[in-house]
């Protein structure tokens, strides 16, 4: 295949010619002699297509959010001598480059082999794949070269990092009949001390209080409040009127990396757990419990990218007919939108207790640009605005405003098991 | 790597700098040391940049006011001339081999390996380029020696039309067709 060089050439070539004829000259048709014997000296040395085997290997598989990967190609020569040939391993956008270079020009030998690494760091959640390697033999001219395409695919799932919140309160509000965690203000089996009673034949021995026993002359056994699970579903507003910020750190990535640490943290409490993801289509996990739900979670939320016009009340049907009542929801939206509002209403209407954990647009905005005095006031009303919101909301449901510069721990400081909205 | 193009663009700068304020009537030089300077800013885009469409309209601009002071003012004198156009010709060889090369050597700390396999790649393809870019010097010159003799005998425009359109098909095929196939077996 030619390159844009020798047309070049060739135009040079022809406009000497023509000008020659136009000017009856022929010493100017000499100019043309150099492009005509170079392109013809190129022509006589063909450049062989590459014919190559090629390995790619990665450090690991899954990693998370700024986590490094060391990718080693190595390439085998199965064809003739290469002279010169260039080998791109083709990077996605979202990774960048640390160390090294996914690019390298060599010659090769029929036969031969050779290998080079680079590091890449994902700046963003998400499934990956590096390749294909592209291999672009060309001549000492450079009027000519061939490409071959190798389409071999490595797979790199990127988790978003995972926040520690174990101290945050956030738990599912009711509970349900499985032992669990949460104090269920009924007496079960559980730790916390919860009233005396008569001792009833078959009561464990540890459970009866001698000090009362010796008050009241007969036995008398404690009863402890009831530990149960619950159920909570963690609904993410993935929406694009959702969006605001550069994709590293937009609302959605922040939202992601929300859910990934509420989902963990109520797992551990060994309460059941679901997800619904509102983006270009409504996709949930039901709820269920345990490690392999958190990378159910997990896989669902790498795959989120922000995008899709859907009515957000959707979100509302989905968790009426396909979720337990009464569970947790725990809404995870930048509430830009009148409908976001209407939908937390809706919900609380139909008696799902609601918690939303909101990244601030306002915060995100406001880091993107330098300080401005104009800028300053602006700040302030959005600020104003945005207080408003989430004042109107607190009469539903649980609010956090989160500033996604500050860690999520210290904004669920304030989140309680009963809030005081009720 | 980057210092070889760039003295060679500067050598070509100064040369045509030279005719145009020699050869060419202050008139002209209103409009070839515009050129001049603009060429000189696309090379130093192409530097920062390291863009093929910043050097190509560096050399197109130093190419113009070159054969058009020799065209209009100076007059033709084909050795000069020739040498000039080979020298450009060298020019975009050693742009795109840094191009190639400069990234590469850009990222290759600490892989002694393939670091001189690199630099045994690199040292032929400028070899090659450098001797094929003399070999088309020399066989420009030859050929030139040679060229008198046949074209001379054509007297009428109608023979000097043919033979013009004749070139223009040879290097219009030289341009596209395909190189030879290489040998089997």
Redesign the interface.
Same mark, same amino acid.
């Given at each position: 295949?030619?390159t844009s060089?020798?047309?070049?050439?060739?135009g040079?070539?022809?406009t000497f010619?023509?000008?020659?004829?136009l000017?009856?000259?022929?010493?100017? %048709?000499? *100019? /043309?002699?150099?492009?005509? =014997?170079? %392109?013809? *000296? /190129?022509?006589?040395?063909? =450049?062989?297509a590459p014919v190559l085997d090629v390995a790619r290997q990665a450090s690991r598989d899954r990693l998370s959010v700024g986590q490094e990967v060391l990718v080693t190609v190595r390439v085998a020569n199965r064809g003739?001598r290469l002279?010169?040939v260039?080998l791109h391993d083709e990077v996605p956008r979202e990774l960048v480059v640390s160390k090294?270079?996914p690019?390298?020009?060599?010659?090769l030998d029929a036969g031969e082999e050779?290998?080079?690494?680079?590091t890449v760091s994902p700046r963003v959640k998400g499934v990956y794949r590096l390749g294909p390697l592209v291999a672009r033999s060309?001549a000492?001219?450079?009027l000519?070269v061939e490409e071959a395409v190798v389409p071999l695919r490595t797979t790199l799932s990127v988790a978003p990092r995972l926040e520690d919140v174990r101290r945050a309160k956030v738990q599912p509000r009711r509970t349900r009949l499985w032992v669990g965690q949460i104090a269920s203000r009924t007496i079960g089996p559980g730790t916390e001390f919860w009233g005396l009673r008569e001792y009833a034949p078959g009561d464990e021995t540890r459970r009866i209080n001698w000090k009362a026993s010796a008050r009241f002359d007969r036995l008398i056994s404690n009863e402890l409040e009831g530990e149960r699970s619950g159920d909570a579903v963690i609904v993410v507003d993935a929406r694009h009127e959702a969006l605001v910020g550069p994709l590293p750190s937009s609302t959605t990535e922040h939202g992601v990396r929300a859910a990934l640490a509420l989902a963990s943290k109520i797992l551990e409490g060994r309460n059941r757990v679901g997800l619904v993801v509102q983006r270009e289509v409504l996709d949930w996990v039901y709820p269920a419990f345990g490690r392999k739900q958190l990378y159910r979670i997990l896989d669902a939320l790498i795959r989120v990218r922000p995008g899709g016009e859907w009515p957000f009340d959707h979100v509302v049907w989905v968790l009426e007919r396909f979720f337990p009542r009464n569970c947790q929801v725990i809404l995870i939206s930048p509430l830009l939108d009148r409908e976001a509002v209407d939908t937390v209403a809706d919900l609380a209407a139909r008696g799902f207790p609601v918690t939303i954990v909101s990244p601030s647009p306002v915060e995100i905005e406001r880091a993107m640009y330098a300080d401005d005095p104009t800028l300053q006031v602006a700040y302030r009303l959005l600020r104003m605005e945005r207080e408003n919101a989430v004042s109107a909301l607190r009469r539903f449901a649980d609010v956090v405003d989160w500033d996604p510069r500050e860690p999520l721990a210290a904004a669920l400081k304030g989140v309680t098991r009963w809030p005081r909205h009720r | 790597m980057r210092a070889a193009p760039l003295a060679l663009f500067a050598g070509l700068l100064t040369w045509t700098a030279m005719d145009l304020a020699r050869r060419a009537p202050p008139t002209a030089w209103a409009g070839g040391a515009p050129l001049l300077v603009v060429a000189t800013a696309f090379e130093a885009r192409a530097l920062r940049t390291a863009e093929p469409a910043s050097q190509r309209a560096a050399r197109g601009l130093l190419g113009i006011v070159y054969f058009g002071v020799r065209l209009l003012w100076a007059g033709v004198d084909p050795l000069p001339m020739i040498a000039f156009l080979v020298l450009l010709m060298a020019l975009a060889s050693l742009q795109g081999l840094e191009r190639t090369f400069a990234p590469v050597y850009g990222a290759m700390a600490g892989d002694p390996g393939v670091l001189a396999k690199v630099d045994a790649a690199a040292i032929a393809a400028y070899t090659r380029a450098l001797a094929l870019i003399a070999f088309t010097f020399v066989a420009s010159l030859l050929l030139a020696l040679l060229v008198p003799f046949a074209v001379l005998q054509i007297t009428d425009l109608v023979a000097a039309t043919g033979l013009a359109l004749a070139l223009l098909l040879v290097i219009a095929w030289l341009a596209l067709a395909p190189s030879t196939p290489p040998r089997r077996g």
């Open positions: 295949m030619r060089l020798a047309s070049w050439l060739a040079v070539a022809g010619v023509a000008i020659s004829l000017f009856l000259n022929w010493r100017i %048709l000499l *100019l /043309a002699l150099p492009p005509i =014997v170079y %392109l013809a *000296l /190129a022509g006589l040395r063909p =450049v062989p003739p002279e010169l260039e090294g270079r690019h390298l020009a060599v010659a050779v290998s080079f690494s680079y060309s000492a001219s450079g000519e | -």
